[in-house]
């Protein structure tokens, strides 16, 4: 059983900055990848970021340039670095790990407000 924790959500203005934090309950290298989602009221979950294994990176067209995602394989977390935030990033982010079978986090609340 794999848990992934996340924290780093909150209330934040717009042009703010938060990051978020994804600590997995094993080693991160055992996943093909980990990636962050968030789904906002009413809509579905949509791919923020992905990070595998190797360190292949890709983004979100609405989030480059603005969000960065890492891992810290020492400590089994994976980072969300997310900069000049806007209210359409306001959504539930959620964890994602996956080794032949997707593990989820149970999300953390980011809201940017005007």
């Known amino acids: 059983q794999v848990q992934l924790v996340e924290s780093g959500g909150g209330l934040v203005q717009a042009g703010g900055s938060l990051r978020l934090s994804c600590a997995a309950s094993?080693?991160?290298?055992?996943?093909?990848?980990m990636g962050w989602y968030r789904q906002a009221p009413g809509k579905q979950r949509d791919l923020v970021a992905t990070?595998?294994?190797?360190?292949?990176?890709n983004y979100a067209d609405s989030v480059k340039g603005r969000f960065t995602i890492s891992r810290d394989n020492a400590r089994n977390e994976v980072y969300l670095q997310m900069n000049s935030l806007k209210p359409e990033d306001t959504a539930v982010y959620y964890c994602?790990?996956?080794?032949?079978?997707?593990?989820w986090g149970q999300g953390t609340q980011v809201t940017v407000s005007s």
């Open positions: 094993r080693s991160i290298f055992s996943f093909n990848y």
């Open positions: 990070i595998t294994s190797g360190s292949i990176i």
């Open positions: 994602k790990a996956f080794a032949g079978y997707p593990y």
